[in-house]
């Protein structure tokens, strides 16, 4: 083989590496009309030296070279010169969203292990090649994404182990407003003293807590709920009374069947009952729903809630009449 040609490809090899790595470098840079200019720019240049290389071996003149890779780049039409760009700035798009992406999970390393984890198991299930397989992670995972983003709606209905009240992690201190207008038979027995406990724990865990217990005067003045509340007031429970029959029927109605609350004026709950035991909560961050509440608890409190002190001694001086 004549020298210059004993390896006629590695000319061509090394200079589109080179073209490639240029060309991707503009397109990092945001460049991507340039990274279309420098990439044709470095073929042209290697064309060029193969050129060189070649003519001690060829009897064509260089000028014709140049003339005919001139027509060659002219030659290419508009059309085929938008369906480059447009190509070239997709894989840019995809690679500046994977790296942001990368960003991301860079700052979160649980989630970064989750996602790990599950595009890793994913791509085993899917070389199962079992079709019903494949469309069962494409089900959870659709799932999943929609889960997210009603929690990132702030709003979602949270089933399951009742543990008293939501947004128990308190970093700074907190205050949370409850009214119970529910029948509150389910505070009887163990039950009772765990609720008891809770509102102990999240008390020494820096939130204040008001509690408004709006119920029959039967209810009110019953032994065992007297206690209760007495109780209640002794681990520093604020506590106020309102008999159900005092207040205004739309409220009376609206919440008769409810245990409900704010926290902090930025997080409505209202705890779901399943036969008459508490199975979980609604938590939102609606702000109408949260206003709303607000609203109602400061009209009770206001206008028709009694301190449970100041209740239970009228209650005792009307008796000892």
């Known amino acids: ?16 590496i080179v073209s490639i790595i240029l060309a991707f470098i503009s397109i990092f840079q945001n460049q991507y009309t340039n990274s279309i200019i420098i990439f044709i720019i470095g073929l042209s240049a290697t064309y060029l030296f193969d050129l060189t290389a070649g003519l001690r071996n060829r009897d064509d003149s260089l000028l014709d070279q140049i003339n005919s890779l001139e027509k060659k780049i002219i030659d290419l039409s508009d059309e085929q010169q938008t369906k480059i760009l447009i190509s070239v700035e997709e894989e840019g798009e995809k690679i500046t969203q994977s790296m942001l992406l990368g960003e991301k999970l860079a700052k979160d390393e649980k989630l970064r292990q989750i996602i790990s984890q599950i595009v890793d198991e994913s791509a085993l299930v899917k070389k199962l090649k ?37 947004t128990e992690n308190l970093t700074s201190p907190s205050h949370m407003l409850i009214v ?18 809770k509102q102990q724990e999240t008390i020494k865990r820096n939130r204040h807590i008001t509690m408004i217990w709006v119920q029959p005067k ?8 007297r206690e209760f509340i007495a109780q209640q007031e002794k681990i520093q429970v604020e506590i106020f009374v309102a008999e159900q ?33 508490p199975d979980g909560y609604i938590v939102s961050t609606n702000q109408g729903r949260v206003n709303k509440a607000k609203v109602d608890i400061r009209y009770l409190l206001e206008s028709y809630a009694q301190k449970a002190s100041v209740y239970y001694k009228q209650q005792k001086e009307i008796i000892q009449r």
């Not at 119970?180 to 406990?197: E, I």
């Not at 205004?248 to 008459?276: A, H, L, M, W």
């Open 130 to 166: 079992i079709d019903v397989f494949t469309q069962r992670i494409e089900n959870l995972l659709n799932n999943c994404r929609n889960e997210i983003s009603n929690l990132a709606d702030g709003e979602e209905e949270v089933r399951g182990t009742y543990s008293f009240i939501p």
């Open 1 to 16: 083989m004549p020298r210059g040609q004993n390896k006629p490809y590695l000319h061509w090899i090394i200079g589109s």
């Open 180 to 197: 119970l207008c529910h029948d509150p038979s389910f505070l009887k027995g163990p039950y009772g003293h765990s609720y008891l406990s």
């Open 218 to 225: 039967e209810i009110l003045v019953d032994d065992y709920y």
């Open 245 to 277: 029959d005092e207040i205004p029927t739309r409220i009376s109605q609206e919440y008769s069947k409810e245990e409900f609350g704010i926290v902090d004026e930025r997080i409505y709950f209202s705890t779901v009952f399943d036969e008459n035991k």
